[in-house]
C-alpha cells in the first residue's frame, strides 16, 4: 500500500506564493504519476496539475502559468508551487499518486488534504 502525506496548506492573501509538497511511503509499489487535485465547497473534485514518470506535464488552464508542478523521483515527493495566488485558488487541494503494485495491479491513492485559504 502506498501512504501519501501533504504539507505546506495554509492561509494566504491574495498574490502571494504557497509551495505545497506531498510524499509518497509504502511497500511493494512503483510510482507511474503523481499530481494535485482541488475541491471547493459545493464543487467537484477538479485536476490541478499532474506529472507523469515521462516528465509531460498537465496543467488546468486554470492554473497555467501561476503553477509549476514538480517531483522528486529519489524521495518519492511531488511538489506544487504556486504564485500569483487568487481567492477562487481557495479549496482543500489533494495529493495523488497512481502506482503499480508488485502484485501488478494499478492503483490511485490520495492524500488526506490540506486546506488553502486565500483571502482578498
Known amino acids: 500500500q502506498v501512504q501519501l502525506v501533504e504539507s505546506g496548506g495554509g492561509l494566504v492573501q491574495a498574490g502571494r506564493s504557497l509551495r505545497l509538497s506531498c510524499a509518497a511511503s509504502g511497500s511493494l509499489f512503483n510510482i507511474n504519476a503523481m499530481g494535485w487535485y482541488r475541491q471547493a465547497p459545493g464543487k467537484q473534485r477538479e485536476l490541478v496539475a499532474t506529472m507523469p514518470n515521462s516528465g509531460v506535464t498537465n496543467y488546468a488552464d486554470s492554473v497555467k502559468g501561476r503553477c509549476t508542478i514538480s517531483r522528486d523521483n529519489a524521495k518519492n515527493t511531488v511538489y506544487l508551487q504556486m504564485n500569483s495566488l487568487k481567492p477562487e485558488d481557495t479549496a482543500v487541494y489533494y495529493c495523488?499518486?497512481?502506482?503499480?503494485?508488485?502484485?501488478?495491479?494499478?492503483?490511485?491513492?490520495w492524500g488526506q488534504g490540506t486546506q488553502v485559504t486565500v483571502s482578498t
Open positions: 495523488n499518486a497512481v502506482a503499480t503494485m508488485r502484485v501488478g495491479a494499478i492503483r490511485d491513492y
